[in-house]
């Protein structure tokens, strides 16, 4: 037998070995998952989660490595992709609402949706008004009663900064209330949800704009009241909190969170990446996890998911614009 | 409670439990003592150890807490034998014992520091058991103005610390708070200094600050002088005995017990942390006991057993906020919340009620490592002491490198890289004219906190700036503060033209 025909043999073996489909092709390698943030937040949790999933369900073989790389609100670790990692296969990087609205906003330089390949997006966490347990203000309509009498006279806390998405929810309360000058809000930028929170419970602030995950450990205690939940209904799980909109106030707020990866990627290690997400969504482990972290199942794939990023990266623009935020 | 705390031990006390707190405790102390690794990148390093290990809630904080707890007493060795911080909060340490240590007291000022940081951090951990559900409620009472006015205090009491020239002081504090500016602006995103590049974004890390200034520069200074033997006084440097005398520590105890206090106290407030503690700590020790600058700063055991009670009181006050409101108070505590989630645990109010054995668990397990600690650091002071005795020749090599791996496998980018050597280069020039370090390094590390809660202050008082002055605790803050700024000018002016001889010493202790 000479080499050459060894070799073939070994070839044809190996490829018997693998599965058959899509995935045959690309086998992911020392995968790495970015997130672009310090550990705790909500990226870092995306990249977690997922590399823990991913593994435990058998769909890489090698553990993934989680990176955080902080810096620049997600622009630092959109760059080293963009500009250094364009052709991994073996990348992914967590992305949400954030991610879309500095794209939109333009914070990351250069940058528009076609720069990297949205991936998917598996889970939302809905926006939420909280006030503190003895405030003067029992529903949504007091406060926005308030805001339109005296912009000035109600304070928000929020964890982003001004313009960021915590900020854009009151204000586009306030433009469905009828406000006409929605910049004139009361908005105080607190770094994170959690130092948001001690504003709002300190007494340094009125309400709390935040995501509903951040509020509920302080639901349950009865230090708080949450006035309204920006979801087209209300939830399953949380019955007697009332939407924004049964209280007159078309306003959805839905924190989305997914991953994106390197837009020079091979379609094949695209392919794989989605299926492997897709097939990690299908896991009632990983929904029990989603539902202890309070995130709504909220899934997007392939050509779905190219769609939406263009759709929320468009509404944000143009809301930005409508409020004065961008030119 | 007790019964809580009983649980708790019970949970703590597995054999597997046991081995995961001494291997924290040892590998925590390591990573403390190295310029550079600080708590918060030790606990980040162990992070994946823990969850591949797949250990469970309880065994993975045991872990991680006592990488914690080690790491902050760790970081006074390298402060004491080479006049490096090992992490940040160990500054203040430097001021008196590396003095200490050239005057040959190296032996007994690591044993009096690791006693101090045992006092702080278990009295600490007690006020945890105590306090944590009503400590909530004073963090509470701190709003963006209350905040304000503790960063200012911080800055008032600055100018007596780390040199007599109050200028001096001054100027390196400005540098500091103007350092602090660079990056996006928290409140509105915009960019500030940092001339399009992207590495600036987020502002200067103050790790790498630290790691130039203080540890890259020394490397700059014996390249400049280019002198041989063991650090200090070439070769003839004594350890000394090991065991401080009886009257030594007795002097001390009034020291780590108010260094305990003030410490927690910090390290309660969200955002604080076990710097300002340990910072904290040292001057209010040396104005109480030593206000004519006579003894502190050229060797004072009270100066090394003040801040070492203090940052190490301050680790275990900083748990409070995180665990009662998931509002961590210090880079540390922000990683261990990561872990919290990860774990699928939620701090916040209702952690005690909910998950009672996980939290018991972690407080008897701070017990056990903070013991395992104290009786791993005294008897290995012999081994840590032994590090003087290396050449400079060898030893400069090896921070350089140190300092080089440590920022690079922090943040993986050789441009912070470059950044650091600049600041090494920027430490030595500062060195040359006698601008102390640590009033740079406070600026960076408090500016941006001390900025936006002005800004917030500010904007919910719609511009008026009486608010700074309109709650009982700010007017308390700014008389402590106005005093703490005023008392080392007068009583220092009238006191130096007595001792016109001190001013040769100056920088030392820097």
Redesign the interface.
């Known amino acids: 037998m000479t080499f050459k025909t060894t070799f073939a043999a070994a070839a044809v073996l190996m490829t018997a070995l693998l599965p058959v489909g899509a995935q045959a092709e690309f086998k992911a390698e020392n995968p790495q998952c970015i997130a672009p943030s ?4 909500g990226w ?2 995306i990249c ?1 989660t997922t590399a ?1 999933y991913l593994f435990d369900l058998g769909l890489i073989d090698d ?1 993934m490595q ?8 997600g ?2 670790a959109f ?1 080293h992709v963009t500009k250094e990692r364009n052709e991994d296969n073996n990348l992914i990087v967590a992305a949400s609402m954030s991610t879309s609205a500095r794209i939109a906003q333009g ?1 990351y ?1 250069g940058a528009t949706k076609e720069s990297v390949h949205w991936l998917a997006t598996f889970g939302a966490e809905y926006g939420a008004i909280a006030v503190d347990a003895d405030s003067e203000y029992q529903s949504l309509n007091q406060i926005m009663d308030a805001i339109k009498a005296d912009p ?1 006279s109600v ?1 928000i806390a929020g964890g982003s ?4 998405y915590d900020h854009i929810k009151p204000m586009l309360l306030a433009q469905a209330a009828g406000v006409e000058d929605v910049t004139k809000l ?6 994170g949800g ?2 948001a ?3 709002l ?5 009125q309400a709390l704009s935040g995501d509903l995950s951040e509020m ?3 639901l ?2 009865g ?1 708080i009241r949450i006035v309204a939940i920006l979801s087209p209904e209300r939830l399953s799980g949380h019955p007697d909190i009332p939407t924004a909109k049964e209280q007159g106030y078309d306003v959805i707020g839905a924190n989305w969170r997914g991953l994106y990866m390197p837009a020079g990627a091979s379609d094949e290690a695209k392919e794989f990446w989605k299926n492997a997400i897709q097939t990690m969504t299908e896991s009632d482990a990983f929904q029990a ?1 989603l539902k ?2 309070s995130i709504e199942p909220f899934n997007n794939f392939g050509a779905d998911m190219d769609a939406y990023a263009a759709k929320t990266i468009e509404d944000v623009r143009t809301l930005s614009k409508e409020i004065g935020i961008i030119q | 409670m007790l019964s809580n705390l009983g649980d708790g031990f019970l949970i703590a006390m597995t054999w597997q439990n046991l081995l995961l707190a001494l291997m924290g405790c040892f590998l925590g102390t390591l990573m403390g003592a190295l310029p550079g690794l600080g708590p918060a990148n030790g606990v ?1 390093i162990l ?2 150890i823990a ?2 290990l797949g250990l469970g809630p309880t065994a993975s904080l045991i872990l991680l807490t006592s990488v914690y707890y080690g790491a902050m007493y760790g970081g006074r060795i390298s402060s004491i034998l080479l006049n490096i911080p090992g992490d940040e909060p160990a500054m203040m340490t430097c001021l008196d014992g590396y003095p200490m240590a050239r005057q040959g007291l190296a032996g007994e000022a690591l044993t009096l520091s690791g006693i101090a940081s045992f006092v702080g951090a278990f009295f600490a951990t007690w006020g945890l058991v105590l306090l944590a559900p009503q400590l909530v409620k004073i ?6 103005a209350e905040y304000f006015v503790l960063f200012t205090l911080a800055f008032a009491t600055l100018g007596g610390i780390s040199s007599t020239n109050q200028a001096k002081s001054a100027f390196a504090a400005a540098l500091g708070l103007g350092i602090a500016m660079i990056g ?6 915009s960019q500030r200094f940092t001339f ?1 590049e ?2 600036l ?2 502002g200067i890390d103050f790790l790498i600050a630290i790691v130039g200034l203080f540890a890259l520069s020394e490397v700059f200074i014996f390249l400049e002088h280019h002198k041989g033997g063991a650090v200090g006084n070439s070769g003839a440097m004594k350890i000394g005995r090991i065991m401080p005398d009886w009257p030594m520590v007795r002097r001390c105890i009034p020291t780590m017990g108010r260094g305990t206090v003030i410490g927690f106290i910090a390290g309660v407030l ?2 604080a942390g076990a710097s300002l503690g340990s910072f904290l700590a040292y001057s209010v020790e040396r104005s109480t006991v030593d206000p004519d600058n006579k003894t502190f700063g050229k060797g004072d055991p009270r100066g090394v057993a003040a801040p070492e009670a203090g940052n190490n009181a301050a680790s275990g006050g900083a748990l409070v906020p995180m665990l009662a ?4 108070g210090s880079g540390t505590t ?2 261990l ?3 919290l ?2 774990l ?1 645990i ?6 005690f009620q909910k998950n009672p054995d996980i939290v018991w668990g972690l407080i008897a397990a701070l017990f056990i490592g903070n013991v395992m600690l104290l009786l791993m650091n005294i008897p290995m002071v012999g081994l840590f002491t032994r590090v003087l005795l290396v050449p400079t020749r060898i030893l400069m090599p090896v921070v350089a490198m140190i300092s080089f791996v440590g920022i690079y496998s922090i943040t ?1 980018s050789t441009f912070d890289v470059m950044l650091m050597v600049g600041f090494g280069l920027m430490g030595w020039v500062l060195r040359k004219l006698d601008v102390p370090m640590v009033p740079i390094i406070l600026g960076i590390l408090l500016g941006n906190e001390m900025e ?1 809660n002005m800004r ?1 202050a500010m ?2 008082s ?1 511009g008026d700036w009486s608010i700074f002055v309109g709650s009982p605790l700010a007017i308390v803050l700014w008389v402590v503060a106005i005093a703490g700024f005023l008392a080392p000018i007068v009583v220092g002016r009238v006191l130096r033209r007595k001792q016109a001889a001190l001013s040769d010493e100056i920088a030392e202790g820097d």
């Open positions: 310090n550990p705790g937040g870092d949790y977690r823990k553990a989680v990176t955080n790389m902080s810096g620049g609100g622009g630092v760059a914070i330089e000035r304070g900064s001004v313009g960021g009361k908005y105080v930028a607190f770094s959690g130092e929170m001690t504003g419970l300190s007494g340094s602030v509920l450990g302080f349950e205690s230090d996890d202890a972290a | 980040a992070i994946p969850f591949s963090a509470l009472l701190f709003g963006p996006s602006d928290s409140q509105t995103g399009g992207i590495h974004y987020d969200p955002g409101l998931g509002v961590p922000a990683v919340l990561a872990v989630l990860q699928n939620t701090p916040g109010p209702l952690l993986g936006v917030r904007t919910i719609d």
